[in-house]
Antibody
Framework: EVQLVESGGGLVQPGRSLRLSCAAS????????MHWVRQAPGKGLEWVSG????????GYADSVKGRFTISRDNAKNSLYLQMNSLRAEDTALYYC????????????????WGQGTLVTVSS | DIQMTQSPSSVSASVGDRVTITCRAS??????LAWYQQKPGKAPKLLIY???SLQSGVPSRFSGSGSGTDFTLTISSLQPEDFATYYC??????????FGGGTKVEIK
């Protein structure tokens, strides 16, 4: 069974940093791109960042570019999101999601998703 | 960036009703579209990919259609477990990958 388990969320002051982790199991991790998607309380889904299987291709939403860094460790079956200069508007539930790798493309749809880790940015 | 616009933002329907949700892309995305279902307190679940392909395990009352800029998700006969929020997502252009704003299907 494919499992994605996020960790590292919590309450943090504006301007500070936080590192999220996602532990993957049940599939060949280094065959697939991975993503972070967030959902602010009561709001819709926002794609944050994605990374290809070998880290050769990385992308970010404009809202986090220059502040967040995605990375992966294929030896540890783990995905990470380093979040710096956090703002109140970064408050959200952060999901880790596996890319389906549709038709051999790096980036397509997300399945499955983890249960999320909550990040609250507040003084 | 490609913008995805869903309509309506919410719909009230009864069990057994046919429900149709629309998603419009700001530019052509061929068939690079997926639909997700999200229930309260749960992670989203992939329903439809490549605009019209049903994800394994998803009931056949769900169907998707469209290509280019206009897409629809149809629930042919609404069941109690289908009350949820539905999102479309484009994968034609990276980065970013973008979602629609969501459509909440509520009980009438």
């Amino acid at each position: 069974e494919v499992q994605l388990v996020e960790s590292g969320g919590g309450l943090v002051q504006p301007g500070r940093s936080l590192r999220l982790s996602c532990a993957a199991s049940g599939f060949t991790f280094d065959d697939y791109a991975m993503h972070w998607v967030r959902q602010a309380p009561g709001k819709g889904l926002e794609w944050v960042s994605g990374i290809s299987w070998n880290s050769g291709s990385i992308g970010y939403a404009d809202s986090v570019k220059g502040r967040f860094t995605i990375s992966r460790d294929n030896a540890k079956n783990s995905l990470y999101l380093q979040m710096n200069s956090l703002r109140a508007e970064d408050t959200a539930l952060y999901y880790c999601a596996k890319d389906v790798g549709y038709s051999g493309y790096d980036y397509s749809w997300f399945d499955p998703w983890g249960q999320g880790t909550l990040v609250t940015v507040s003084s | 960036d490609i913008q995805m616009t869903q309509s309506p933002s919410s719909v009230s329907a009864s069990v057994g009703d046919r429900v149709t949700i629309t998603c419009r892309a700001s530019q052509g995305i061929s068939s690079w579209l997926a639909w997700y279902q999200q229930k309260p307190g749960k992670a989203p679940k992939l329903l439809i990919y490549a605009a019209s392909s049903l994800q394994s395990g998803v009931p056949s009352r769900f169907s998707g259609s469209g290509s280019g800029t206009d897409f629809t998700l149809t629930i042919s006969s609404l069941q109690p477990e289908d009350f949820a929020t539905y999102y479309c997502q484009q994968a034609n252009s990276f980065p970013p990958l973008t979602f629609g704003g969501g459509t909440k299907v509520e009980i009438k």
